[in-house]
């Protein structure tokens, strides 16, 4: 402690500058994190948030639920495995109209029992009615300029829906759901096939393992599901690559100046070891040191963030929540003291006995 | 006379390449409380490595030393570490001080390496610096000071934890005549007024009237100069 500080203090350029690279390097790593959650959340939210543990789809679908055409006889199939919990859904990718027909948006419909588990739970607005007619929109949509009461329409078929309410994240492939009722989902899609994919929570492993042998459906775990909507895989695999790839280099550029640091202090340690410190005692300053300057500017740059949050327009997609911060920032500082390690190896192996014999600067 | 460093037939070998060669071959030495005794000896004599060993640097390869009633043999370096810093004042040939620490932190580090409480230290490093003439350069960094001054710290500092011996590696190499005879004498003065054993490796003939004894290295054992 007491020879770390007054390091810092007597040096404050050279580690002013260290702290400045962390800064940098934190900061991008939290807004990289950010638009990773951000853009997982645009993709796949609607999915996430659905209290299921597995789904299953027709056979051949390659987990694509757009690929995926299912009958009510499959859902009585379904039902016969064993599966009590399962509820079939409608999904499908669409473009409608708004406004008189003027405004064209591109969204996900989602059929489901407007009683069941999958139904969404609105933020504002009514809950899905079962009458149909309506719909449940994700509340992004707002900034579209729609709101409850407004009407999107299918020009292709002429129906149209007006909105109840509205649910907090709930998109589908970069596109704002909107939840209807089965019974309206299957009347728009003319009947049979009735469903895209069937639902299940708390299936036994009996019943999992049948309908993974049924050779008429795939079964999916939500994660595989989650991935297999398009270009998630690709966005999330390119943005963790960078998060990772910044991880090693804020932890490799500390090793690095930290190492040199050292080296350059050799015969110092040497003195101090001479007269008497342990080197458990040196190491400790020197990790002392490091901790500070990656907690610090992790510090910073967490406030650097949380302020340009304020600036980024609301359609950007960026999400940090606590425990993200929370993580990243153990993440950060455990890869920061891996890189002290180089040091603390040379500090432990540094000689007492330079100091004698005026080699010691 | 109570004996504070006693270092009896310390042999010890370099391997140099293929062949070992012998750099200290059965010295012996005893030096008690109060007494300054100065080291001689060409380059190469193994000044340094007796200097080593008698600072608990280096474990010779046979032989006996003890410090202030303590045989060193079987001690492990933490021990060795902690033993330096109780029983032993160093004062190198450049000083060595640390440079991002000021002139009374340098001497309040030894004390807080042996977690002597702080006021105290405090009061100490104040009388030692005072008694050395640099009181008025105590909130000074290192490259501030002259080398007569960085090596007054560097005795300061040696005598911080009142160790019962001193071991001063060429303290006078990089003064002028005058400051070196000034450093020696307040080397000796130590010695006597505080009953500390002393001993200054040099090569520094000015010097040596100042000394107790006078001793040469040759052929790896001491000797009366």
Sequence with gaps: MFLALRELRFAKTRYALIAAIMLLVSFLVLFVTGLARGLASDNASAVERMDASHFVLQQGSEHRFARSELSDADRRKVEQAGASEATPIGIRQFTVTHGGGDAKLDVTMLGVDPDGWLAPRTAAGAALAAGGGEVVADAGLQAQGLGIGSVVKDEASGRSWTIAGFVEGASFSHTPALYMTLADWQSWRGGEPAYTAIALRGASSETLQALKRDSAFELLTKAQAVSAIPGYKEEQGSLLMMIVFLFAISGLVLSVFFYVITLQKTAQFGVLKAIGARSGYLARSVKLQVLLLSVSSYAVSTGLVALMQLVLPDSMPFRLTAQTYGLTGLLFVAMAMAGSLLSVLKVARSDALQAIGGAAA | ?225
């Design chain 2, 1 to 225: 006379m109570k004996t504070i460093l006693h270092m009896q037939d310390v042999v010890h070998r370099y391997r140099d390449g293929d062949e070992a060669r012998t750099v200290l071959s059965g010295l012996s030495l005893q030096v008690g409380a109060g007494e300054l005794v100065a080291v001689m000896g060409p380059s190469g004599s193994g000044k340094s490595t007796f200097l080593s060993i008698a600072g608990a640097l280096l474990t010779p390869g046979s032989g006996v030393v003890t410090i202030d009633g303590t045989p060193l043999s079987g001690l492990d370096t933490r021990a060795l570490a902690d033993l330096r810093l109780s029983k032993i004042g160093f004062i190198f040939q450049s000083a060595n001080l640390i440079p991002y620490l000021k002139v009374d932190e340098q001497l309040r580090l030894v004390s807080k390496l042996s977690h002597a409480d702080a006021a105290g230290a405090a009061r100490r490093s104040d009388m030692l610096l005072e008694r050395l003439g640099i009181r008025s350069r105590r909130r000074q960094y290192p490259d501030r000071l002259s080398g007569g001054e960085r090596q007054r710290v560097a005795i300061a500092r040696a005598w911080m934890n009142d160790p019962p011996l001193l071991l001063a590696d060429e303290p006078t190499a990089s003064l002028d005549e005058e400051r070196g005879a000034e450093v020696v004498r307040m080397l000796a003065e130590g010695a006597r007024t505080d009953g500390k054993a002393a001993v200054m490796v040099t090569h520094d003939s000015r010097v040596l009237e100042l000394c107790d004894r006078v001793l040469k290295l040759q052929d790896g054992v001491l000797a009366p100069a």
